[in-house]
């Protein structure tokens, strides 16, 4: 029987929605996983709908490094030389994690307000588009600021660079997964939220994702197998 691992791996190389619960000790949150190159309007209805989270791309280190992007931290602690109020605001007390994953946000330059599903999803797709070709890209800036401006209304996370050591987050956990269904290492996610206006339950969304056909994996499962391949 196909493992639940090799059975997500081959839905996302077909451009399937896939589950990821973290872990009841983190977030103890669900996100509705996407590969970025594959994203519809469609798949933007599908997470502000049946999602409600915030929908973000999560991108691998080396695809970061290569754009130059920075974390929001580090952004926040250079400007706080200038704006005090950067220092003040540094998210030094994130209650289930030492350190944020989000970076800066976009819209790609073809988008009009950027917020509809139209142009969210031309942003997503896009990012992973020029993230596939950085083989070919000589100048990562000069390319990024070509396709994109900012602020806008696609949030970037990007995963650490220990991939699953230094932090256990959606943003790794996808990246990880992408990375062994050997497609671009770009995400797009949304946390599920529940009519409460909590966190959709482990349970709930388990149920979710047996009704739709949807693999729901844990953190635990993705970080057993990455462990395994990346050895």
Not at 34 to 61: E, W, Y
Not at 63 to 68: L, S, T
């Amino acid at each position: 029987m196909i493992s639940k691992i090799a059975k997500a791996c081959n839905d996302l190389k077909e451009g399937k929605t896939i589950l990821i619960f973290d872990d009841e000790n983190r977030e103890g949150e669900t996100d509705l996983i996407i590969p970025a190159q594959f994203v519809t309007p469609d798949h933007i209805k599908l997470m502000r709908k049946d999602g409600g989270g915030l929908i973000v791309l999560m991108v691998s280190n080396e695809i970061a490094r290569f754009f130059k992007l920075p974390y929001l931290e580090e952004i926040y602690k250079f400007l706080g030389y200038s704006f005090p109020l950067f220092e003040e605001i540094h998210p030094s007390d994130i209650p289930y994690d030492g350190r944020t994953s989000f970076s800066i946000s976009i819209n790609h330059r073809n988008t009009f307000t950027g917020i509809t599903d139209r142009d969210r999803a031309l942003t997503i797709r896009r990012f992973a588009e020029l993230a596939g070709r950085i083989g070919n890209i000589k100048d990562g800036v000069k390319a990024f600021g070509k396709e994109f401006r900012s602020p806008g209304h696609v949030p970037i996370c990007i995963a650490r660079e220990r991939l699953l050591k230094e932090r256990k987050g959606h943003t790794e956990l996808s990246v990880a997964l992408l990375k062994m269904a050997g497609l671009t290492p770009v995400a797009c996610g949304c946390e599920m939220m529940g009519e409460d206006g909590k966190a959709l339950s482990k349970e709930e969304a388990e149920a979710y994702a047996r009704k739709k056909g949807y693999v729901f994996l844990e953190g635990r499962e993705i970080e057993e197998e990455w462990r395994k391949w990346s050895e």
